[in-house]
């Protein structure tokens, strides 16, 4: 076989893939839904929140308490992301301090190690405070059901 032969059977195999991977691109493109709806933290398309769903028949709550569960842990969720920022923003900040100044200023580093510390127990405490009004919000089986399943 001469050198052109095998360039000339290297393109057609080249070309050949390249269809290939072009037909699987289409066909995995054209058999994905159009328009679905997909869920995502925070909507308000409730019946396709997991989360919402899975509580509603594992408790057998009614969707009145379903809806106020949904409730209390988007606005929970809201609550956490902003203490979680500014987490992030003063470990950010933490660490861009360590490595401006190795020799590091103690007593700027420990105030914010401080910081840092208050931050993440807020975010322990609004856990806490969560967990005790969702178990307000449930009656006795039902807390042991919730129980169980955390």
């Known amino acids: 076989m001469t050198y052109e032969q095998k360039y000339r059977w290297a393109i057609a195999g080249l070309i050949i893939?390249?269809?290939l991977n072009a037909i699987s691109l289409i066909s995995i493109w054209n058999q994905t839904p159009?328009?679905?709806e997909i869920w995502e933290p925070g909507s308000e398309i409730r019946e396709r929140d997991p989360a919402h769903q899975?509580?509603?028949?594992?408790?057998?709550?009614?969707?009145?308490?379903a809806d106020s569960i949904t409730d209390l842990?988007?606005?929970?969720?809201?609550?956490v992301r902003v203490l979680r920022r500014e987490l992030e923003d003063l470990r950010r900040s933490y660490f861009n301090a360590l490595t401006d100044d190795p020799d590091g200023n103690s007593a700027t580093l420990d105030s914010m190690?401080?910081?840092?510390?208050r931050k993440s127990a807020d975010i322990e405490l609004s856990m806490h405070r969560h967990m005790v009004e969702l178990n307000s919000m449930l009656n006795q089986e039902q807390?042991?059901?919730?129980?169980?399943?955390?």
């Open 17 to 19: 893939m390249i269809l």
């Open 34 to 36: 159009q328009n679905t």
């Open 54 to 65: 899975f509580m509603k028949n594992k408790l057998n709550l009614d969707e009145a308490k």
């Open 73 to 79: 842990r988007r606005q929970h969720f809201r609550e």
């Open 113 to 117: 190690v401080q910081e840092m510390g």
């Open 143 to 150: 807390r042991r059901e919730f129980g169980r399943m955390m």
